[in-house]
């Protein structure tokens, strides 16, 4: 995780060094006087970006986030059918991409994920989840089922590519991110399975839950990849998921998403 924040925060210091250098100015006409484009608050057929007026100095939206509502119901896809390995959960939060320049102007524009205080590149996104399953042999089976509850932070990558097709103009990649205190924060984990001979619950259960949640996060990595969006207030989307067919199946999956303009609410 700490490889994609370097290439994230890499890429950016190229692109900048590169805007300065005049490098990524194409098309698009500017407002006399202005010093952006005449349409700078509009998204590619999207109107006007949210209510802010175009042609005005500074009237691109500057605070937009998503807004996290992931479900997913999983079974193990390696262990014998006896253990019943499965659990759920739910991921919710918001996550903050401020706009640091005019994207009309910049052409392809990066903006990477901070939380509410301003530092760092990640936001603490909820997660609450559940994992059973039976350890020992199938003539001594001693079920377990952990109930988590905390946090995973999250982060990530909005390309705006004035050169791309109007569906593409638009991507978003999903990451997890390092946070204060790794990749996740544990509200509260229990064990209430009975005769479960799981002694390190703190350290078993919160992985039992957390590792299938990735599946809400971008398969793909890359300023070519992550998934479409509509530049438009409220409009929602299904990522494209992380999934690891090597040992989870997805009875269930829904990771979607709401993208909005203005500040995230704290």
């Known amino acids: 995780m700490q490889a994609s924040g370097k290439w994230i925060a890499g890429t950016i210091f190229v692109l900048l060094l590169c805007i300065l250098a005049g490098c990524t100015e194409s098309g698009g006409t500017k407002a006399p006087g202005s010093g952006i484009s005449a349409d700078a608050s509009r998204g590619p057929g999207e109107g006007n970006g949210g209510g802010t007026g175009g042609g005005r100095s500074?009237?691109?939206p500057q605070n937009s986030y998503f807004t996290f509502d992931c479900k997913g119901d999983w079974k193990s896809s390696t262990d014998p059918d006896w253990r019943n390995h499965h659990g759920s959960f739910t991921v919710t939060g918001n996550v903050p991409f401020p706009i640091t320049y005019d994207y009309q102007v910049t052409g392809i524009g990066l903006y990477t994920a901070t939380d509410t205080a301003g530092s760092g590149m990640s936001s603490p996104v909820q997660v609450k989840g559940e994992?059973?399953?039976?350890s020992g042999t199938p003539d001594d089976c001693k079920p377990c089922h952990f109930v988590f509850d905390g946090d995973i932070y999250a982060g990530g990558m909005m390309v705006y590519n004035r050169s791309a097709d109007s569906p593409r103009k638009w991507t978003v990649i999903f990451t997890r991110m390092p946070g204060g205190e790794g990749i996740w924060h544990t509200r509260s984990v229990r064990q209430t399975g009975g005769d479960c001979d799981v002694t390190d619950v703190?350290?078993?259960?919160?992985?039992?839950?957390?590792?299938?949640?990735?599946?809400c996060f971008t398969k793909d990595e890359g300023s070519a990849s992550g998934t479409p969006f509509s530049f438009s207030d409220g409009s929602g989307f299904v990522v494209s998921p992380h999934v690891d067919p090597g040992n989870t199946e997805f009875t269930s999956l829904d990771p979607r998403?709401?993208?909005?303009?203005?500040?995230?609410?704290s």
């Open 202 to 215: 703190e350290a078993v259960g919160p992985v039992e839950v957390i590792m299938p949640a990735y599946a």
């Open 257 to 265: 998403v709401v993208f909005h303009l203005g500040k995230a609410p």
């Open 131 to 134: 994992s059973s399953y039976c």
């Open 58 to 60: 500074g009237s691109f």
